[in-house]
């Protein structure tokens, strides 16, 4: 069934319709809530609270591009967490969990059948990225992390960061920049072929 | 960023690497990359530095967010929408409260709602009679003492009998006047109230809703 007609029934009360649509979306949502927030349980809760709003504030959807405006409702959900979270930093900014592990176990990372070395390698890049996310601004970092990271078009992530077209862009351009400096100072994260490439770094 | 590249370039570098450009902007850049070395560098490290956000590994949902009902049991269901906005309401009752505000202006000069201790306009009937009568009282005292006076230009003031009969006269009028304020107590609507509390809640309806408004464009936000 086309995503059309299942916001259409979801509109209309149906449950089961808009569940459809979480299954599609779920993770997606999860990632970019995760690389906001920087956090994987704040991320999963942030990801269940947007699916909540959605559900509750269908009849405001008119159209258009259903995940630019479900990404909507997720950033803005994650920009008031990053705002509680400065107000009230109660959570260690090491980059691990309650016990103590790196955040970035191997547990969610999607390839299951990789060798231990490319999923160390990934965990690396993913490490290193995570960081230089976290040293942006949240809209400078929500801009990188829609079209580079999650490969949404320009018009769909103006529309989710609910910004114009010269915005999107610019905030694009220097989080890039800002983002390669960030980098270049990873270096030894990188995995070997980017390193290899670094010299132009 | 490490090296010397104004912002504006960065930009269009950055528009011109995902193809975000019409024809003459992208010929205008393709020649400045020609010449200038400085620029292939930036490209070529803005591309890298894209292609490893591109790889940057995406993460399976640790769960199932589908929803269950008692999720969404507590709002009202999704296809319900009341056909005003809270904003349109709080515009509306601030017009309205303008509008009551002005017409008290108008009729009394002043907001009934700052009176608190306005007098209800049946208590006001009673006593206007009284106010009224008093000095009528003082007057016929004053008269059996003292002779028939005669106005300043000469022309006699009325008898005693005409008096009498004004005097009579006056009184029926008082009588209607009290009548007709009992039966505005007892069947018609007080209107100095209705205005007051329609005063009083217009301005708070106002306030609320607009307070209200703000909070939630402010969480959408």
Request: charged content about 30%; overall charge negative; glycine content about 6%.
């Amino acid at each position: 069934m086309d995503e059309t007609k299942l916001i259409h029934m979801a509109q209309g009360g149906d449950l089961d319709a808009f569940n459809r649509i979480v299954g599609a979306y779920q993770d997606l949502a999860y990632n970019v809530a995760f690389r906001l927030l920087s956090d994987p349980a704040a991320a999963e809760d942030a990801t269940q609270d947007a699916f909540i709003s959605a559900y509750r504030n269908l009849s405001r959807f008119r159209g258009g591009s259903f995940k630019a405006w479900l990404l909507r409702i997720v950033t803005n959900g994650c920009y008031d967490e990053l705002r509680r979270q400065k107000r009230r930093p109660i959570a260690s900014l090491e980059p691990e969990d309650a016990a103590g592990d790196p955040f970035d176990s191997a547990v969610w990372m999607v390839d299951p059948g990789e060798s231990p070395e490319e999923l160390a390698q990934r965990v690396e890049l993913s490490e290193a990225i995570q960081r230089c996310l976290d040293s942006l601004d949240e809209e400078f970092r929500a801009a990188v992390v829609l079209v580079d990271v999650q490969g949404l078009d320009y018009a769909e992530a103006a529309s989710a960061l609910d910004r114009p077209l010269g915005t999107l862009k610019s905030r694009l351009a220097r989080a890039r920049g800002r983002l390669q400096d960030c980098l270049q100072g990873l270096e030894e994260l990188l995995p070997i072929e980017f390193r290899l490439e670094s010299e132009g770094f | 960023m490490n090296f010397s590249l104004p912002q504006p370039d960065w930009e269009l570098l950055s528009a011109y690497m995902d193809h975000q450009m019409d024809e003459r902007q992208e010929r205008a850049i393709e020649a400045r990359l020609a010449e200038e070395a400085s620029l292939q560098q930036a490209l070529a490290r803005l591309q890298r530095t894209r292609a490893l956000l591109r790889r940057a590994p995406q993460r399976r949902a640790p769960r199932s967010f589908v929803l269950h009902p008692e999720m969404v049991a507590s709002k009202r269901a999704p296809g319900f929408r009341w056909p005003f906005s809270l904003s349109t309401v709080s515009a509306v009752a601030t017009i309205l409260f303008a509008l009551v505000l002005l017409s008290d202006f108008a009729l009394y000069g002043v907001p009934l709602a700052l009176l608190r201790g306005a007098p209800a306009p049946a208590a006001e009937a009673l006593e206007e009679p009284m106010a009224l009568q008093a000095p009528a009282e003082a007057d016929a005292g004053e008269e059996a003492l003292e002779p028939p006076r005669e106005s300043p230009e000469g022309t006699p003031l009325p008898s005693e009998d005409e008096e009498l009969q004004l005097f009579a006269a006056q009184e029926e009028a008082q009588d209607l006047a009290e009548e007709a304020s009992r039966e505005m107590q007892a069947e018609g609507p007080d209107f100095q109230a209705i205005l007051r509390w329609a005063e009083i809640g217009l301005g708070a309806l106002a306030i609320v809703t607009g307070l209200e408004a703000g909070r939630r464009k402010r969480a959408r936000n």
